[in-house]
C-alpha cells in the first residue's frame, strides 16, 4: 500500500527518505484551506503595474511562460529586454512544460504547425540544462495546496482545477530558490 506506514524503503538513486506526512501538515497549518472563503476580484493588465526598478539589483530571474511566449511574437517590452540583457536568469521547468506541451497539442497536419513549433523547439534546445530549476516535492506540494484553494474560491470547475498549479508551482519555486518571477 503506498502509504503504508513503517515501509520506508529506499530505492537506489533516491537521495533521502520523505516523510510526507509532516511535510503536508506543516503546509496545512501554513496554508489552513478553511481559512480561504473569498473570492479574488479581477484586475485588468493595466492595473498590475510592472516596475523593473523595483526588482533588487542583485536578484536573478525566473520567466513565466508568459515571457518567452512574448518573445516569440516580438512583443517583450523595451523595459523587460532590458532587465533580462542585465540579469542571471533561470528557467523553471514547469514554464518550460508550459512551452513544451504546444508543441504535441497542435495538429501535425495542420499547415501552420511547423512554424509554430520550431521557434518553441529552438528556444527549448537554446536553454542549458544548468539554468532549469526543478520544483523539490516540498515545492509541488504546497503549491498544489495553493492552487486548490485558488480553485475552488474562485469557482473553478473540477475538470479545470489545475488550472493555477503551475502558476502556484513558479511562485513558490522562486521564493525557494531566491530569484524573482518575471
Known amino acids: 500500500m503506498i502509504s503504508d506506514p513503517g515501509l520506508y524503503l529506499k530505492p537506489d538513486g533516491c537521495r533521502r527518505i520523505l516523510n510526507l506526512s509532516s511535510d503536508v ?3 496545512i497549518s501554513r496554508h489552513d484551506p478553511a481559512r ?10 493595466d492595473n498590475l503595474p510592472f516596475d523593473p526598478l523595483r526588482i533588487p539589483t542583485d536578484a ?37 512544460a508550459e512551452l513544451a506541451v504546444t508543441i504535441g497539442a ?13 521557434p518553441i523547439v529552438d528556444t527549448l ?4 540544462p544548468s ?25 473553478v470547475s473540477k475538470r479545470d482545477r489545475r488550472r493555477f498549479l503551475n502558476d502556484c508551482l513558479l511562485f513558490f519555486l522562486a521564493s525557494d530558490s531566491g530569484v524573482s518571477v518575471l
Open 125 to 128: 534546445t537554446r536553454i542549458s
Open 106 to 118: 497542435l495538429d501535425p497536419a495542420g499547415r501552420r504547425t511547423r512554424s509554430a513549433v520550431e
Open 131 to 155: 539554468r532549469i530549476i526543478v520544483p523539490s516535492y516540498e515545492v509541488w506540494l504546497e503549491a498544489s495546496v495553493i492552487a486548490g484553494i485558488l480553485s475552488r474560491t474562485q469557482g
Open 25 to 27: 501538515w506543516s503546509i
Open 60 to 96: 536573478s530571474l525566473l520567466f513565466d511562460a508568459t515571457v518567452y511566449i512574448d518573445q516569440l511574437k516580438g512583443q517583450l517590452p523595451l523595459a523587460i529586454i532590458n532587465l533580462i540583457a542585465s540579469r542571471i536568469i533561470f528557467h523553471a521547468a514547469p514554464a518550460l
Open 36 to 45: 480561504w472563503r473569498r473570492t479574488l476580484s479581477h484586475r485588468s493588465k
